[in-house]
């Protein structure tokens, strides 16, 4: 299903319930009546276009905007993926704690296994955080900057010297790591859980890993797909502008 | 299972290889393209496929240059997909042809046959063997390739080898996955794990 702006957003929840926390992620709770998407981004303020580009690009993982990819402006799209990474540390990362913890009771699993778990997803935590600090604080901020450049808006100094020595193609997602842990993880847990004969605890977990990845995965589809080529765009017209300018 | 993708620019003819792809057991259809995404042979290169089912024609751009970079892979097998009128054009460096017009069984019998083709050592046994559970047990106690090397008087490529072949028996890739492992097994005290 291709979701249309003129669609009514229950109808799309109907369709699809996994896109509900992705909704709450743009200030948008459930109670939508009868209301469609653009009269509910239209209250809340809203770019109707980009709203229905990332619902899209969450639904069908084939979704690949083209026309469109160019009509909102790179801060807006910075804005949602740091409104993720608040959702993947606040939300998603503690829930996952405490479906580890009630496993950990429930199963119940001996202690050397409770403890390696428990420390291995506190491992994963933590590089996850990394990565996502490294984006925030680098990657984030040299993108704002390279499109206010690019719409000849004035910025000090510094960062335009900033802008001659960074390039985003340093940065070809090295989202790896961090994806083969989370792999892991879920493959210890199917394939070499020692005996432990209730398997709902696991299950309840299991599930929340899979929603989890699911969610990591578009996000960086949607910053491979999305953001990296528009940067790429913008990086070629400043070059352009600026021969003399380190390549 | 082997890793199939498939790169067809048209939705309908793409959506049916796929069903076909998805019938046949131990294959895993990990991701289709249309062709003329930036970066591709870098993507694919990613999902490390072990067959590759591409319409030569939907390939746009740089990706033109696709097929050639998986040329004589002992790892990936090529093929291309086609109608029988592009039969007339020369088409060559392809482990074999797929044909739009073909019955079915045919399809998933040139599948089925580039797919043991595929040399994939080890996927079918996942036990460890008593050499890969020395190799593991020093890789979680923190060694280096080298450092195992030396200890055990064996090329650096001779435990690449070994640890590719523990992470696909295992299905595990990372370091600290594999000390997970290794101590649930009872292969290794946890004392004695790698301090991170």
Same mark, same amino acid.
């Given at each position: 299903?291709?979701?249309?702006?003129?669609?009514?957003?229950?109808?799309? #929840?109907?369709?699809?319930?996994?896109?509900?926390?992705?909704?709450?992620?743009?200030?948008?709770?459930?109670?939508?009546?009868?209301?469609?998407?653009?009269?509910?981004?239209?209250?809340?303020?809203?770019?109707?276009?980009?709203? #229905?580009?990332?619902?899209?690009?969450?639904?069908?993982?084939?979704?690949?905007?083209?026309?469109?990819?160019?009509?909102?402006?790179? /801060?807006?799209?910075?804005?949602?993926?740091?409104? /993720?990474?608040?959702?993947?540390?606040?939300?998603?990362?503690?829930?996952?704690?405490?479906?580890?913890?009630?496993?950990?009771?429930?199963?119940?699993?001996?202690?050397?296994?409770?403890?390696?778990?428990?420390?291995?997803?506190?491992?994963?935590?933590?590089?996850?955080?990394?990565?996502?600090?490294?984006?925030?604080?680098?990657?984030?901020?040299?993108?704002?900057?390279?499109?206010?450049?690019?719409?000849?808006?004035?910025?000090?100094?510094?960062?335009?010297?900033?802008?001659?020595?960074?390039?985003?193609?340093?940065?070809?997602?090295?989202?790896?790591?961090?994806?083969?842990?989370?792999?892991?993880?879920?493959?210890?847990?199917?394939?070499?859980?020692?005996?432990?004969?209730?398997?709902?605890?696991?299950?309840?977990?299991?599930?929340?890993?899979?929603?989890?990845?699911?969610?990591?995965?578009?996000? /960086?589809?949607?910053?491979?797909?999305?953001?990296?080529?528009? #940067?790429? /765009?913008?990086?070629?017209?400043?070059?352009?502008?600026?021969?003399?300018?380190?390549? | 299972?082997?890793?199939?993708?498939?790169? +067809?620019?048209?939705?309908?003819?793409?959506?049916?290889?796929?069903?076909?792809?998805?019938?046949?057991? *131990?294959? $895993?259809?990990?991701?289709?393209?249309?062709?003329?995404?930036?970066?591709?042979?870098?993507? &694919?290169?990613?999902?490390?496929?072990?067959?590759?089912?591409?319409?030569? $024609?939907?390939?746009? *751009? +740089?990706?033109?240059?696709?097929?050639?970079?998986?040329?004589?892979?002992?790892? =990936?097998?090529?093929?291309?997909?086609?109608?029988?009128?592009?039969?007339?054009?020369?088409?060559?460096?392809?482990?074999?042809?797929?044909?739009? +017009?073909?019955?079915?069984?045919?399809?998933?019998?040139?599948?089925?046959?580039?797919?043991?083709?595929?040399?994939?050592? *080890? =996927?079918?046994?996942?036990? !460890?063997?008593?050499?890969?559970? =020395?190799?593991?047990?020093?890789?979680?106690? *923190?060694?280096?390739?080298?450092?195992?090397?030396?200890?055990?008087?064996?090329?650096?490529?001779?435990?690449?080898?070994?640890?590719?072949?523990?992470?696909?028996?295992?299905?595990?890739?990372?370091?600290?996955? !594999?000390?997970?492992?290794? &101590?649930?097994?009872?292969?290794?005290?946890?004392?004695?794990?790698?301090?991170?």
């Amino acid at each position: 299903m291709l979701i249309h702006k003129n669609m009514k957003l229950s109808e799309v #929840v109907h369709h699809d319930h996994t896109l509900v926390p992705i909704i709450n992620r743009f200030g948008i709770h459930l109670g939508f009546g009868d209301n469609t998407i653009t009269e509910i981004c239209q209250k809340h303020g809203l770019n109707v276009d980009f709203f #229905v580009t990332i619902l899209n690009a969450f639904h069908d993982i084939h979704y690949f905007p083209k026309e469109q990819l160019r009509n909102f402006s790179v /801060a807006l799209l910075i804005d949602y993926l740091q409104k /993720a990474h608040r959702s993947f540390l606040e939300e998603k990362i503690p829930e996952i704690s405490l479906l580890i913890k009630n496993m950990t009771e429930k199963c119940p699993l001996d202690v050397v296994t409770s403890q390696l778990i428990t420390n291995f997803f506190k491992e994963y935590t933590e590089e996850l955080k990394k990565h996502i600090r490294q984006e925030e604080e680098t990657i984030y901020p040299y993108v704002l900057l390279l499109e206010k450049v690019n719409q000849n808006l004035p910025v000090d100094e510094g960062a335009s010297g900033k802008i001659n020595h960074y390039s985003i193609s340093a940065y070809k997602a090295e989202h790896e790591d961090v994806e083969e842990k989370l792999f892991d993880l879920k493959n210890i847990l199917i394939k070499y859980l020692p005996g432990q004969k209730n398997d709902k605890p696991v299950y309840q977990l299991l599930r929340e890993l899979f929603s989890l990845e699911k969610d990591l995965n578009e996000h /960086a589809r949607i910053e491979d797909m999305i953001l990296i080529p528009k #940067v790429e /765009a913008m990086e070629k017209t400043l070059r352009n502008k600026n021969p003399n300018g380190p390549v | 299972m082997k890793n199939v993708v498939v790169i +067809e620019k048209y939705y309908l003819l793409q959506a049916g290889i796929q069903a076909l792809v998805q019938e046949i057991p *131990g294959l $895993f259809l990990s991701k289709s393209w249309l062709g003329d995404e930036p970066h591709l042979t870098e993507i &694919i290169l990613k999902h490390k496929p072990d067959l590759i089912l591409v319409n030569p $024609f939907s390939l746009s *751009g +740089e990706n033109i240059s696709l097929p050639g970079k998986f040329r004589s892979s002992r790892n =990936t097998k090529v093929l291309a997909l086609l109608h029988n009128k592009d039969k007339s054009q020369s088409i060559s460096g392809f482990d074999d042809l797929l044909f739009y +017009e073909e019955d079915r069984f045919i399809l998933e019998q040139k599948i089925r046959r580039q797919a043991g083709n595929v040399q994939n050592p *080890g =996927t079918n046994h996942q036990e !460890l063997s008593p050499r890969e559970i =020395t190799i593991l047990r020093w890789i979680v106690k *923190g060694l280096t390739h080298q450092e195992i090397a030396d200890k055990l008087f064996l090329s650096i490529h001779t435990v690449n080898t070994h640890r590719k072949n523990i992470n696909k028996k295992l299905g595990i890739k990372t370091v600290s996955g !594999l000390s997970v492992y290794a &101590i649930m097994n009872h292969l290794i005290p946890m004392e004695e794990l790698a301090e991170k």
